[in-house]
């Protein structure tokens, strides 16, 4: 059953970006289809995955505002069943654009509603602001996964976009699922780190994924490769922790299908 995963987070620098890009070549080394979809117009999972910016080529924007259809704008990346809808600096326009739309919202949902079941997963990499990008993002998706840095604003802006998510839901019927907490970038040398990581699991439970990101240079250097860190080190620890949260969130998944299949 093919599923769409919104990865966001309003705060930058949080590692939204390198988990959209290693998540999806985690779960594609699983003999999965995968999709990502650049919704950040910096686009950072466009060149982290090794694809060229071509105004020639549709991108996010033109699926969104234009007339191409998302498998016109979906590429082929280097890594095994992974594929890309890219974003370029048209997009910064879109939010602008979006305002005169009717039904502008939903935009992204509908234009992904032929290609979805091509896919197990598409995965969202939203841009670090709640503007209508990401609304639309998330009105598309059907759960959100929320990357955290262990530091002392994390449980102030998780708690913002907990909001936005719980309105989406009152103000567009569309009950949007936590996914999970992510806690990235995780340095446990720290008091604050460790501090920080027992009061999200303390107020979130389960919902904060057991799979940990640490703080790694190699993660850091794999995109300016254009390469997911399973490609550009797979013994690191980068790619040992992207690999078990791929897992978790596949066993997860299953988990969910029996206990709706014995209802």
Sequence with gaps: MSRVLA????????GKTTTAINLAASLAA???QILVIDSD????????????KDPNRPSLYHVILGDATPAQAIVKTDFDGLHLISADKNLVG????LVEIPNREFRLRERLEPIRNDYHTILIDCPPALDLLTLNALIAADSVLVPIQCEFFALEGISELIDTIERIGESFQHPLRIEGILLTMFD???????????????FFK???FKTIIPRSIRLAEAPSFGKPILSYDPRSKGAESYIQLAKEILDREQTRQHAQSTR
């Design 7 to 14: 990865i966001a987070n309003q705060k930058g620098g949080v």
């Design 30 to 32: 699983n003999d999965l």
């Design 41 to 52: 117009p910096q686009g950072n999972a466009t060149t982290g995955l090794g694809v060229a």
């Design 94 to 97: 879109a939010n602008l654009e």
């Design 188 to 202: 446990d040398r720290t008091n604050l780190t460790r501090q920080v990581a027992a009061d999200l699991r303390d």
């Design 206 to 208: 389960d919902e904060v």
